[in-house]
């Protein structure tokens, strides 16, 4: 049965479910973030899916990317499936900008997390939800 990681709840909200993975942005106004998990028990890696399954994650990767490109018009969109602090599969998706504070390095540590502020945060979903679809 599928359930997410507890560090993934804290640091995320939820944006909508897909077929099969749950869409959720990272809680971190630094960077339009999404990350899309698998509703999948037990699967840490990409390689752990079936190929029909893991077919279906990278559509559903391609589309979170271009929905991010078409809502925001990035300079780049980064996407990586990383593991070392949350041990279940997940992919990360995210809208990057030459002004944003890491460029041109990953995200990662490079600043603290921002906060949304409570109306921002309601706004990036709204939209999110209005580009991403069902």
Known sequence: MFSLHP???????????????????????????LILVPRRAEISEI????????????EEVARASSALRELLNPDRVNV??????????????????ATDPAWPKPVWGAVP??????????????ELRGALGD
Request: net charge negative; proline share 7%.
């Open 7 to 33: 560090r993934l709840d804290a640091d995320t909200q939820l944006i909508r479910d897909w077929p099969l993975c749950r869409v959720l942005l990272m809680k971190d106004a630094n960077y339009p973030w």
């Open 47 to 58: 390689t752990d899916l079936a190929p029909e399954v893991r077919a279906t994650l990278m």
């Open 80 to 97: 990586a499936a990383l593991g070392n602090m949350v041990p279940q599969l997940h992919v990360h998706v995210i809208a990057r900008f």
């Open 113 to 126: 997390a921002a906060a949304y502020e409570p109306e921002g945060l309601v706004g990036r979903i709204t």
